[in-house]
């Protein structure tokens, strides 16, 4: 999610290459032109959707759909060439993504901390109103228990933000794997099905740079 929005840009519909395909240099989504449309010579490319908005036009060179097609068939068969290594590694990163023991401990220690700071607040408090107290050191001590209880809440949160990016790894790797052990011989043609769950995004520089769902990063000369 985050990468795609850092992207500059829009997802447009209709097409399976809308909103994957990303200029290196600005961060702009390519979009897809029909050039000479009503002709024998009609053909579908694809340019960086800053291409003239801006006075200094970008530099970013337009690409033919049956290029990325035929880049991503080559990247794709070179997984295909390596597949069961592939998946053993990542049978690997599965079983310690799988492993929440760590994480649940830490959860565990923070929650009892702030509770223990919740008693304190409460403690304080009671004090507080039970007898006279020095106000600024009233006031130090509950500003400290405050600071306190932020820290043990934001430690908290990263933990809960990290076991949501695990579960999101792990659920495209399976997918990503899923779809390597069904592919049985290499690619000849192109499959739009097997694109849409395979690749996050392209990357559009002096090469095409596809980045597999899994992580795995391709890069391809362009033809």
Not at 167 to 188: A, E, G, N, P
Request: proline share 0%.
């Amino acid at each position: 999610m985050k990468k795609r929005k850092e992207a500059k840009g829009y997802k447009t519909g209709g097409n399976c290459f809308s909103g994957k395909i990303v200029f290196g240099e600005c961060g702009s989504f390519y979009v897809s032109k029909v050039w000479h449309s009503n002709s024998k010579y009609r053909r579908t490319i694809w340019q960086c959707n800053h291409k003239f908005k801006n006075e200094k036009k970008c530099k970013t060179p337009h690409i033919y759909e049956d290029q990325i097609k035929e880049a991503f068939i080559k990247a794709f068969n070179s997984l295909i060439e390596n597949k069961e290594e592939i998946i053993m590694g990542y049978e690997v990163i599965l079983k310690e993504l799988l492993d929440t023991t760590k994480l649940e401990k830490k959860v565990a220690n923070i929650q009892n901390e702030m509770e223990v700071v919740e008693e304190l607040f409460r403690k304080i408090v009671d004090e507080n109103s039970r007898k006279a107290m020095d106000q600024k050191e009233y006031s130090k001590k509950y500003n400290d228990l405050v600071e306190r209880y932020k820290k043990a809440q934001d430690e908290l949160n990263e933990i809960e933000e990290k076991q949501q990016e695990n579960k999101v790894r792990k659920d495209s790797i399976d997918t990503f794997i899923d779809r390597l052990k069904s592919q049985d011989s290499i690619l000849t043609d192109f499959d739009e099905t097997l694109w849409t769950s395979t690749i996050d995004k392209v990357v559009i520089e002096d090469d095409i740079t596809f980045y597999f769902r899994d992580g795995t990063k391709i890069k391809q000369e362009l033809s």
